[in-house]
């Protein structure tokens, strides 16, 4: 269940709950299978989680460790050799954390590059693993990035980590 926080001053309830709800669906996760579709060079699943309870100090270290560890599983059962496999956690937006498959080294290279007018990827030596001490499979690259944003109405500046299962 992905859903929103309308009500982000109103108190957290339920959390064992939301909490039970995520972990049943990373058991779903574990068993999908990537779909390629004409004309998209990516293929992505965002994290299935109530807002608020990802938004809490509490639970953080947990859900992002119970997040990284059913993607390896998925990418165990997924392995090609052609695909790049992703796991994209961001800091203070976590919501936007997602599992990504690339379908070629072109684009995803061409994914982390990105520096225009409206946002830049600076490249950082620590990120969200470091922040959050998570556990992080044996094999896989971590690339982390401070994300600036830069909008007429809108500034964000934040933190991207990309681990890449190898």
């Known amino acids: 269940m ?11 309830r ?22 390629k579709y004409e004309g998209y060079d990516y293929w992505n699943d965002k ?11 509490h639970y953080v270290q947990e859900i992002f460790n119970a997040y990284i560890k059913s993607a390896k599983i998925f990418f165990d059962k997924n392995k090609n050799e052609d695909l790049i496999f992703t796991v994209i ?9 997602e599992i990504c498959i690339f379908y070629t080294k072109e684009y995803f290279e061409e994914f ?14 620590k990120g969200i693993i470091d922040k ?12 982390n990035f401070q994300e600036i944003l830069n909008d007429e109405d809108y500034n ?3 933190t991207v980590t990309i681990l890449k299962l190898l």
């Open 132 to 143: 959050f001490r998570l556990n992080i499979p044996k094999k896989c690259e971590v690339l």
């Open 47 to 57: 994290i299935v989680i109530y807002e608020k309870l990802l938004n809490s100090e």
């Open 89 to 97: 956690l961001s800091n203070p937006n976590r919501f936007s954390s």
């Open 2 to 12: 992905r859903r929103l926080d309308l009500k982000p001053d109103k108190k957290l």
């Open 156 to 158: 964000y500046d934040g």
């Open 112 to 125: 982390c590059k990105r520096n225009n007018e409206y946002q830049t990827w600076a490249p950082l030596e």
């Open 14 to 35: 339920g959390a064992k709950r939301h909490l039970k709800q995520f972990l049943n669906y990373l058991k779903t996760l574990e068993n999908l299978t990537p779909q």
